[in-house]
């Protein structure tokens, strides 16, 4: 089993610049979430997906940040223009349901905003 | 100026000794309950879960204790190994609401296991 993949894997960008990230989650598993992890605030959850549809997007920072998800094995996190505090590890994470099913993290999105 | 980041618990051990990790839970409502370890440069990795039903779970070298009464948690890790040092969280969530499915992350500690 492949887990969860993302990419890319390291992101360098200018401040300004559009940013996006991926995210395939483990096949059949019907829910996804978008966690960001900086030492400052720790991992905090930004939005999360059951069945392709976007259930909580309350830790969305701001309206430069939005996140889709097309079909069961794909998403994104977009970042529109980025900015230097926007500098973390970003994680997506897939269960098989959200009653209570453990989440499987990827490797991560460390992203640098300069 | 210089960032201020979290101040994490921090618990070093000697291999081969018991660890405990302990974590106060903020939502009374909270039923389900879950650990994770975290190496340098990975994603969070399941370690073990409880129920609100229960008190008590063991797993291969680990146990949570769950005390509802003082919203507490605790991850028992025997004969710890150096492979075993990371930063270990612990999640809550509850079955109910607008945040269904939705984790609450601790802050972490940072588990050191000397040889």
């Known amino acids: 089993d492949a887990g969860v993949i993302q990419s890319p894997r390291h992101e360098v960008t200018e401040m300004g610049q559009e940013v996006t990230l991926r995210c395939k989650p483990i096949?059949?598993?019907?829910?996804l979430f978008w966690y960001r992890q900086t030492m400052m605030r720790g991992l905090e959850l930004l939005i999360y997906?059951?069945?392709?549809?976007?259930?909580?997007d309350s830790g969305m920072p701001e309206d430069r940040f939005s996140a889709k998800m097309p079909n069961a094995s794909f998403s994104t996190l977009k970042i529109q223009p980025s900015e230097p505090r926007d500098s973390a590890v970003y994680f997506c994470?897939?269960?098989?349901?959200?009653?209570?099913?453990?989440?499987?993290f990827g490797p991560g999105t460390r992203l640098t905003v300069t | 100026g210089e960032s201020v980041g979290l101040h994490l618990p921090t618990l070093s051990v000697q291999e081969g000794d018991n660890s405990i990790i302990n974590c106060a839970y903020s939502?009374?409502?909270?039923?389900?309950f879950i650990w994770y370890k975290q190496e340098s440069g990975k994603g969070p990795q399941f370690i073990i879960d409880?129920?609100?039903?229960?008190d008590k779970r063991q797993g291969q070298r680990v146990t949570v204790l769950l005390n509802k009464t003082v919203k507490h948690l605790s991850l028992q890790i025997a004969a710890t190994q150096p492979g075993d040092s990371a930063v270990y969280f612990c999640?809550?969530?509850?079955?109910?609401?607008?945040?269904?499915?939705?984790?609450?992350f601790g802050q972490g500690t940072i588990l050191t296991v000397h040889p």
């Open positions: 994470a897939s269960s098989l349901g959200l009653a209570g099913d453990q989440q499987y």
């Open positions: 096949s059949g598993h019907n829910s």
């Open positions: 997906f059951n069945n392709n549809v976007p259930i909580d």
């Open positions: 939502n009374s409502a909270s039923d389900y």
């Open positions: 409880i129920r609100s039903n229960m």
């Open positions: 999640a809550e969530t509850y079955a109910g609401g607008t945040s269904y499915g939705k984790l609450t």
